[in-house]
């Protein structure tokens, strides 16, 4: 890679990419009317009907305690691997846990622990705490340093952070915990796609019987339980949340599994089937047709996803951070804006994409529309909260022109930034989205789970997590030749030590 | 004792003081004056490096305080004495401290005039009130000498005057940067006068003369 790479000649080799992927990327809506589909789900949506109310009220409870315990879990593991994150051991460990996607966490432990609540639980705890793992210990490296220098040398490490250290990064912890929260009970509601009792089974099982109204009150559901959930969880109140979500937990009633399930996962399933035949010698045949026959293809469908999704995303952006600016789209203009936007980002892209194939049927439409318009919101809000903090001349202009003279122009490399950002996110996530029957990674996974083939899924699996880790560190190094760094304002902190020259 | 000799003393490789002797008697409380940036904070810091090399116990105020502000004015005092504990019983002092503990800490906080804002976090506090916080973690540490970079800088004048009364009780030895020339000639027994990176004068606190002060200050 060159050192230094011009904006625009990125986007016009990211846009490029994706015209090449276009005749691979399959959109065909054949034998489906998406409209009469789209005219039954609208019925169904604007006249919600809440009579299975109590099968919903128990999944939004069990959703919520899921979402609750299992940030709760990882984030204490996180915080616990945060001091300790410079070590290369704690800090692959974290990798490892976090670029494996919740839903993949699910699929492999319902092989061990069978529909129970460990499952949930550590489908979310275990991604997080490697999340966790990571931001805490950035937090921790940017909270002030001189109270602990003050305490001197002498002070044991475990003394110098519980005074020193944590209560000076205590807020901003706290509120990344809150962040985490939102994105565990999206994560919580999804886990019910694969069949733990959260909101997306609710969600599932109404569809399948096509009761729209039922399914249009639990995304009304959904949707408030998103919105307001700064207003119910409250730092003082976590412990008590905390406490509830155990006891409901407890509640729940899961079929027996096998005695030594995880010993056998561990022991024989996970054993590449020739090992366990005794033929070492068809390792490298069984391997190859993996390789050629699932991971290759997959990863080829993931790739062509996430491309078309990025763009579709990226212009969504473009032209969303300009419609929640007032100065430009007018009160009434920001505000619908912004409503849109909200509705979009607050939707897990699975679950768009769920909805998505409803109307389209399968291919990969819904898998990019999902996609590109779930991040396309986010990095559209984000900018567009940029925006509105920029300072502008008295007698700057109103509406495009605005926009184009002042916003677009001062906002690209703010824009780039996220749009790399989301890029490793967006490919995660067309990974996942093969669940649903698109032939991405995620289905070669299912398929190879479903046939009880767990060698052959561990080995998907570790390939993409792989592409992950791969992705995400190439668009940071694409970041940083752009200029565009971190997201993060990185202070430097005033008073630092002065240093002794020459001979003492 | 001999604390530093022949020195250049700066940040970053650039120097702020050259080739700098010091000598400083047990008994002594020496005042650092000079105009911001004449290099008395980092003539500070390389002052407390080399007592502490000499294992002498320190009480520090710096500048900024070196406040945790989430905490208690309390548990802010009862920092001073962390190192003379293990792991385990902080851990107990911070969830809370026992009886012993927390009146040694009031004492303290009594002897700054703060005894009622004890159980308020700092970041609640004004400015004058969280140094007079980071002096009285400096009381509750206490040792043989306490070294401070504008101690009673934030405090009004008359304030100034009974801290400094009560920092000559409490240490045997003391080295402040001051930014006042009446608190230092009131409190210090030696004045050591700093101007573009240079000793100007060093001299008994009864002999500083007015001519002096002001070319330590002209520009």
Redesign the interface.
Known sequence: MPASLSRGGLVAVFVALAVICLPFADLATAGHDPWAELGRMARGFLSPDFTAVEQIGWAVALTVAFAVAGVALGGLAGLALAPFYRLRPVSWLAIALRSVHELFWALLLLQVFGISVWSGLLAIALPYAGIFAKVLSEILDEADPRPSRWLGVRVDPLTRFLWARAPLARPQMVSYALYRLECGLRSSAVLGFVGLPTLGYQLDSFFKLGNYGAAGAVMAIYILLIATVRQWMRPRLALAWLAAAVGVLTQVSSPPMGQGAFWRFLTQDIVPAPLRAGDPAALWPWLQDLVTGSILPGLGATLVVAQLALILAGALAFVGQALIVPRISGRIGAWLGHLVLVLLRSFPEYMLAYLFLQVFGPSMLPAILALGLHNGAIIGHLLGRQARTLTLRPDAPRGLTLWGWEFVPRLFGSFIALCLYRWEIIIRESAILGLLGVATLGFYLDDAIVALRMDRAVVILVATALVTIAIDALSRGIRARIGAGELQRRDALPGRVARQAGPS | MQL?D????????A?VLRDLRLTIIPGQRVALLGRSGSGK??LL??LR??L?QRDMRVA?V???H??????SAL?NVL?GR??D???LR??RT?IRPSRADRNAGLHDLDRVGLTDQADRAVETLSGGQQQRVALARAFHRGGDVIVGDEPLSAVDPRQALALADQIHHAFPTAILALHDVAIARAFATRIIGLKDGAVLFDLPADQLDPARTEALYAR
């Open positions: 530093l022949g020195v250049d003393l700066g940040y970053d490789g120097p904070s980092t810091t390389a490096d080399a502490l520090l710096p500048q900024d070196a406040l945790v502000p989430q905490l548990r920092m962390l190192d504990h293990g792991a902080n851990l911070l």
